[in-house]
């Protein structure tokens, strides 16, 4: 079994392909999801891409660069012995220029290892440096070549120093990390979900809500294999898919995939031989290109089960609230329902009414919420409190 740490180190070498991006124009950022404040080095630019967080010392995409990402993880050292394992596979001619060893960065123990290795002719100079808290394995990595002039000075030794770790309080004022990408269609029907989150046999996991000859979206989900994977220049194609329910064909269902990561989105396209695009299927992932949105996690409340959230905290337009509802609806109900009305109030409330259509475009089933711009409100028919982003 795969375990979080491979599954997202094998994303880190999609970093040519790109992530998503996101910029502060301030002296400091707070990744929500990891509980830490960076202090913005002078004269860096901060740029957060899905899961991984670059500071660029010169040019915005491009060595040299200090970058900061997490694991899951209690003990530094095994951690990064596993990424000198990952390492030597990626970089045939790779150096261990230094070993492990424990270092203080101000009032931080942390642990370093510094690496070398050519790209492109031109020797690469890799420090990464790793503390753990609390089950995370915070890793701050630089990137240098030297014999051009592409240097991150003290860079990362600063920003290990001066980074803070903060409370769940502190931290829900920040910026939100993508635990994946959303498509919806064009009414807001949300239809798959790259999960990044690694709740499922530890590995990255697509959701779909199909539905064939009943109005009802169920759920299926299919563990995509990143060993088997190959980077092409088109993108990370995806040679291996187990699903997860019985008597499901995902070569049927989803055709051969390829995942392409761009600046605020990822692109995922599918095809079939001898299949033309048909996005009226339900069914199955019909050929096409499908450009989805960074989106964080929430869970439900025995926290087995994961589901798509908003990376801020509001407020929200109508149509942001439409689609949480449905969320926030599966969670509770375990029902996806594929249509959202919303009533503007002018008060700043909005009634939003979940309705599941039949082959004649009736209504058939429906949920409501009177709720705030924040999502925050009642459930009109039992009159319980909601909260749609929790």
Known sequence: MKTVFSLL??????FSLGFAAFAEDKNYDTLTNWNVRIDIPEGAKAVLKGDEYY????????????MVKTYRSNDAVAFLDQLTAYMQEQYPDLKVTSDVVRKSFGEKKCFEIDYSYEVSGYEVRDRRVVTVLDGTAYLFTSKEIEELGMTVGSMLDDVVSNCEFVSDDDAAQGLGVSAGYLYCEENGMPRYWLDFTGTID???????????????YEESCYVLDLSSAEITESGLKIRQVRALQDDDDPSERLGNLTLQFYLDAAVMLTERDGETSERAMEDKIPNGTYIMVPVGVAADSDGKHTYPRPLEDGPYQPNELGLWAKFYCLRTTGILLPKAEVTDHSDGTYTIQLVETDDDGQADGSVRYTVDVYGEG?????GEPVSLMR
């Open 9 to 14: 180190l094998a994303l880190c070498i999609l």
């Open 55 to 66: 500071l660029y010392a010169q040019q915005e995409g491009s060595i040299p660069y200090v």
């Open 378 to 382: 009642k459930n009109d028919s039992t």
């Open 202 to 216: 530890d590995n990255l996991v697509l959701h779909c809500w199909f539905r064939s000859d009943d109005p009802t």
